[in-house]
T-cell receptor, first 115, second 116 residues
Framework: GENVEQHPSTLSVQEGDSAVIKCTYS??????FPWYKQELGKRPQLIID?????GEKKDQRIAVTLNKTAKHFSLHITETQPEDSAVYFC??????????????FGKGTKLSVIP | GAVVSQHPSRVICKSGTSVKIECRSL??????MFWYRQFPKQSLMLMAT?????????EQGVEKDKFLINHASLTLSTLTVTSAHPEDSSFYIC????????????FGPGTRLTVL
């Protein structure tokens, strides 16, 4: 099955600096890579996603890059703000058999933005 | 966007009782729903995939007789934790696919289960 590794597990940055979170995956057939932001006790919120035919995608201060050859993808947050503080999860979508696809999540990165 | 609700948001029960959690898609029909469990400071772990009108597919290590899933309609899936024990205490989150040609999952707000 798919294996997703996420680093770092915790990240502290000064307000205004950039934050980068990296994930690697094992299943070369995975073709959809979403990133979720989860605040304490709340649901994961999709913040950006990328599909395997695109190398980079940007949405304001958030960007995701994908290297399918190396099987890794990264989340970049620029000009960080205190409200960016949360746990971020990467995920991959892979075929799980019997016509089903499933998301496999990384272990998460706790981002703290220091004012 | 697609909205998924869960009920209850929080439940405390005694050991040995059963607890039912509902997951509803409010403004779309969800042929496929997923149930996840999240322990404190850990990632989301998929428990089962629920397809409307058919039996759920459980992940390895998840007891299907303990975690009963029913996806009786295109807008409702239920998870029943039977004979709950303290080790079942966790955050249970459902998600739904908004259609057959999409891979985006929309998550419910989660249910915090505490078993005393």
């Amino acid at each position: 099955g798919e294996n997703v590794e996420q680093h770092p597990s915790t990240l502290s940055v000064q307000e205004g600096d950039s934050a980068v979170i990296k994930c690697t995956y094992s299943d070369s057939a995975s073709n959809y890579f979403p990133w979720y932001k989860q605040e304490l006790g709340k649901r994961p919120q999709l913040i950006i996603d990328i599909r395997s035919n695109v190398g980079e995608k940007k949405d304001q201060r958030i960007a995701v890059t994908l290297n399918k050859t190396a099987k890794h993808f990264s989340l970049h947050i620029t000009e960080t703000q205190p409200e960016d503080s949360a746990v971020y999860f990467c995920a991959t979508l892979s075929y799980s058999g019997a016509g089903s696809y499933q998301l496999t999540f990384g272990k998460g990165t706790k981002l703290s933005v220091i004012p | 966007g697609a909205v998924v609700s869960q009920h209850p948001s929080r439940v405390i029960c005694k050991s040995g009782t059963s607890v039912k959690i509902e997951c509803r898609s409010l403004d779309f029909q969800a042929t496929t729903m997923f149930w996840y469990r999240q322990f404190p400071k850990q990632s989301l772990m998929l428990m089962a995939t629920s397809n409307e009108g058919s039996k759920a597919t459980y992940e390895q290590g998840v007891e299907k007789d303990k975690f009963l899933i029913n996806h009786a309609s295109l807008t409702l899936s239920t998870l029943t934790v039977t004979s709950a024990h303290p080790e079942d205490s966790s955050f249970y989150i459902c998600s739904a696919l908004a259609g057959v040609d999409t891979d985006t999952q929309y998550f419910g707000p989660g249910t915090r289960l505490t078993v005393l």
